[in-house]
């Protein structure tokens, strides 16, 4: 039956038996289409038509016959088959066809096939995914802060301390949560954050995520701890990614890595500055986990980082014209200093609560650190953004785009690549939903007039925005 890419575009409008002539004869939709025992259809982007009738968004259309099946595209739109009877929601989707836009009212489809976990409706879902896929020591190594976790739980504590002030009786018919960031218009404000040691969560690893963010349109940072390695991710992506550079070496070893970076088509490189030490995680500790990024190869030059300080980053801005991005950022005298560098992107973020513990929540610093900086340099944050009412507030308090690590890294460990896609997708609903429901249209209208304090209503903590899964904290 050949290669589904090698048969090229074809015309959905046809018989679906012909159309399962184009894809693997390993896929079971088709298989059970052309048995006549039926299969989903279901829209995951745009609107579709079945035989006449709209695809209920996500939840889709039972087809049973094989002969006469037409299906009709509004707009450009994405459909995965699933089988019937229906799986629950972690089905693997057997094929997924996008139909290109602008190619008139029957449109052509390509397959592009694989897994997709299409039935997540909320993040919360994915969550719990992600907690049932990953081992204790996995889990702990993604979730985990350091010590006594105050400063992972104060990261929290922080964005439910924030209420939202909505303005009513607003044309919010159009909404675009698009913006700029680092020279690319961005789907969304928000970056995948660096994280190391991804192939801990999925085999796709950093492979996935970044290929994930390519596809929905946001740049990706990708650590230099991570698996796997840049060279093997640049070709993949379309989109300049930010390498970021833990350094274990002089300023010769940076110009390598720049260099790596640079041929793999990356736009920017981001230094991490808040690990001069690694911090005591004790959920790794207490049970004598060592992750990759803790493992011999990679301590033996851990020096070069503890020492590394402004100096090196002037000498790195008399060497390289590149973008330079500064993790790790939690005063506004440090902003300050940083900004007086020519750093380009401050990055607000105290390690998702993973290094220093007893610091602050990010989201309470930012406000000095936007004050410091006074448009002079763009503001990047993280630190506990699992909602996009989240993102929303970080914006209206000077942000230009918000780091997302942990959640990103859930995404993935409940679904892979498709799990990431499947995490902004639905980020992106609750985006649109909050700034319409807020009276705002675009991310840029947004200011602090939008915010005000307000109480918790749960006793915070990583994944107290997820209150409906119950998941039991072992800790180790
Ligand atoms: C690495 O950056 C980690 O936090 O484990």
Same mark, same amino acid.
């Given at each position: 039956?050949?290669?589904?890419?090698?048969?090229?575009?074809?015309?959905?409008?046809?018989?679906?038996?012909?159309?399962?002539?184009?894809?693997?004869?390993?896929?079971?939709?088709?298989?059970?289409?052309?048995?006549?025992?039926?299969?989903?259809?279901?829209?995951?982007?745009?609107?579709?038509?079945?035989?006449?009738?709209?695809?209920?968004?996500?939840?889709?259309?039972?087809?049973?016959?094989?002969?006469?099946?037409?299906?009709?595209?509004?707009?450009?739109?994405?459909?995965?088959?699933?089988?019937?009877?229906?799986?629950?929601?972690?089905?693997?989707?057997?094929?997924?066809?996008?139909?290109?836009?602008?190619?008139?009212?029957?449109?052509?489809?390509?397959?592009?096939?694989?897994?997709?976990?299409?039935?997540?409706?909320?993040?919360?879902?994915?969550?719990?995914?992600?907690?049932?896929?990953?081992?204790?020591?996995?889990? !702990?190594?993604?979730?985990? @802060?350091?010590?006594?976790?105050?400063?992972? #739980? =104060?990261? /929290?504590?922080?964005?439910?301390?924030? &209420?939202?002030?909505?303005?009513?009786?607003?044309?919010?018919?159009?909404?675009?949560?698009?913006?700029?960031?680092?020279?690319?218009?961005?789907?969304?404000?928000?970056?995948?954050?660096?994280?190391?040691?991804?192939?801990?969560?999925?085999?796709?690893?950093?492979?996935?995520?970044?290929?994930?963010?390519?596809?929905?349109?946001?740049?990706?940072?990708?650590?230099?701890?991570?698996?796997?390695?840049?060279?093997?991710?640049?070709?993949?992506?379309?989109?300049?990614?930010?390498?970021?550079?833990?350094?274990?070496?002089?300023?010769?070893?940076?110009?390598?890595?720049?260099?790596?970076?640079?041929?793999?088509?990356?736009?920017?490189?981001?230094?991490?500055? !808040?690990?001069?030490?690694? @911090?005591?995680?004790?959920?790794?500790?207490? #049970? =004598?986990? /060592?992750?990759?990024?803790?493992?011999? &190869?990679?301590?033996?030059?851990?020096?070069?980082?503890?020492?590394?300080?402004?100096?090196?980053?002037?000498?790195?801005?008399?060497?390289?014209?590149?973008?330079?991005?500064?993790?790790?950022?939690?005063?506004?005298?440090?902003?300050?200093?940083?900004?007086?560098?020519?750093?380009?992107?401050?990055?607000?973020?105290?390690?998702?609560?993973?290094?220093?513990?007893?610091?602050?929540?990010?989201?309470?610093?930012?406000?000095?650190?936007?004050?410091?900086?006074?448009?002079?340099?763009?503001?990047?944050?993280?630190?506990?953004?699992?909602?996009?009412?989240?993102?929303?507030?970080?914006?209206?308090?000077?942000?230009?785009?918000?780091?997302?690590?942990?959640?990103?890294?859930?995404?993935?460990?409940?679904?892979?690549?498709?799990?990431?896609? =499947?995490?902004?997708?639905?980020?992106?609903?609750?985006?649109?939903?909050?700034?319409?429901?807020?009276?705002?249209?675009?991310?840029?209208?947004?200011?602090?007039?939008?915010?005000?304090?307000?109480?918790?209503?749960?006793?915070?903590?990583?994944?107290?925005?997820?209150?409906?899964?119950?998941?039991?904290?072992?800790?180790?």
């Amino acid at each position: 039956m050949g290669d589904p890419a090698a048969a090229g575009a074809l015309h959905i409008h046809q018989d679906v038996a012909l159309l399962a002539a184009y894809l693997d004869a390993g896929c079971p939709s088709f298989y059970h289409l052309a048995a006549g025992r039926g299969a989903y259809l279901v829209p995951t982007r745009g609107t579709i038509e079945v035989n006449g009738t709209p695809a209920a968004p996500r939840s889709g259309t039972a087809v049973s016959r094989v002969d006469a099946l037409t299906i009709r595209a509004t707009d450009a739109a994405e459909i995965v088959l699933m089988d019937l009877p229906r799986p629950p929601r972690t089905a693997r989707v057997d094929a997924r066809l996008r139909l290109d836009e602008g190619a008139g009212p029957w449109l052509d489809a390509t397959s592009i096939g694989g897994a997709f976990m299409a039935d997540f409706q909320t993040l919360q879902e994915i969550a719990h995914a992600a907690r049932a896929n990953l081992a204790q020591s996995a889990w !702990d190594y993604l979730t985990g @802060g350091g010590e006594s976790e105050t400063t992972l #739980k =104060r990261n /929290r504590l922080g964005l439910d301390s924030i &209420g939202l002030r909505p303005r009513v009786c607003r044309d919010v018919t159009q909404i675009d949560c698009s913006t700029e960031f680092l020279g690319q218009t961005v789907r969304l404000p928000v970056c995948i954050a660096p994280m190391g040691s991804l192939q801990l969560l999925e085999p796709a690893g950093a492979d996935g995520v970044v290929r994930a963010a390519d596809e929905f349109g946001i740049p990706a940072f990708l650590s230099s701890l991570t698996e796997p390695q840049i060279e093997d991710i640049g070709p993949q992506t379309n989109r300049p990614m930010v390498y970021q550079i833990y350094v274990r070496g002089d300023d010769s070893w940076v110009a390598t890595f720049v260099k790596r970076a640079v041929n793999s088509g990356c736009g920017a490189v981001c230094f991490t500055v !808040d690990l001069a030490l690694y @911090g005591r995680r004790e959920r790794d500790l207490m #049970k =004598r986990y /060592r992750p990759p990024t803790r493992q011999a &190869g990679d301590l033996a030059a851990f020096h070069f980082q503890t020492a590394w300080n402004w100096d090196n980053v002037k000498r790195f801005k008399d060497a390289h014209d590149i973008p330079l991005i500064i993790k790790g950022i939690a005063t506004a005298e440090d902003a300050e200093i940083a900004v007086e560098h020519g750093v380009d992107v401050i990055y607000v973020s105290n390690h998702g609560g993973r290094q220093l513990d007893h610091g602050c929540a990010t989201i309470d610093v930012l406000p000095e650190v936007a004050a410091a900086v006074a448009g002079r340099a763009k503001i990047m944050i993280d630190g506990g953004f699992m909602r996009g009412t989240d993102v929303v507030k970080a914006i209206a308090l000077g942000a230009h785009a918000v780091g997302l690590g942990k959640l990103i890294g859930m995404g993935l460990a409940g679904g892979g690549r498709e799990g990431v896609l =499947r995490t902004l997708e639905i980020l992106e609903e609750e985006i649109t939903t909050a700034l319409g429901l807020m009276g705002v249209t675009r991310f840029d209208e947004l200011g602090s007039s939008f915010l005000r304090s307000a109480s918790p209503v749960v006793q915070p903590h990583l994944l107290s925005p997820f209150p409906f899964i119950n998941f039991t904290d072992k800790g180790y």
